[in-house]
């Protein structure tokens, strides 16, 4: 499997993930919640990328082979791991998000009506006093 193959299979697999835990936890799928699922796949297809990145200081092009990145090789394997940080750490946001059970809807109050707020008249069961 290649590279690109592989990012783009992690990618819809890291998606499906914080679908299905949002799905599972808010019991909601509203439109409000594409920006990140698409943010989700995009940090997933970074992630195999990421890991060759960081590895290619451990096995950098042959000496034989003249490449403009000679010499460069642990740049090469720090914006690896700087990428692979960035992803981890937006994909751990995203799944978070998602797990967080929404806050319940606030009960309405009953509104009072004018003429019982101007005479100093309160609801039953209220303790309160009206200035």
């Not at 960081?54 to 990145?69: E, F, N, Q, R």
Request: with cysteine.
């Amino acid at each position: 499997m290649d590279l690109n193959l592989f990012g783009t299979v992690t990618g819809f697999l890291i998606a499906g993930v914080v679908i299905l835990i949002t799905l599972i936890r808010q019991r909601r799928f509203e439109m409000s919640d594409l920006g990140p699922f698409f943010v989700s796949f995009l940090a997933g297809t970074n992630l195999p990328a990421a890991i060759f990145l960081c590895g290619y200081a451990l096995a950098p092009d042959p000496a034989a082979v003249p490449t403009k990145l000679h010499g460069l090789e642990r740049f090469v394997s720090f914006a690896g791991l700087s990428l692979l940080l960035v992803s981890l750490v937006s994909i751990w946001a995203l799944v978070r998000g998602a797990a967080q059970k929404p806050a319940p809807a606030p009960q309405p109050q009953p509104a009072l009506a004018p003429m019982q707020v101007e005479a100093g008249n309160q609801p039953a069961g209220s303790n309160e006093k009206v200035p």
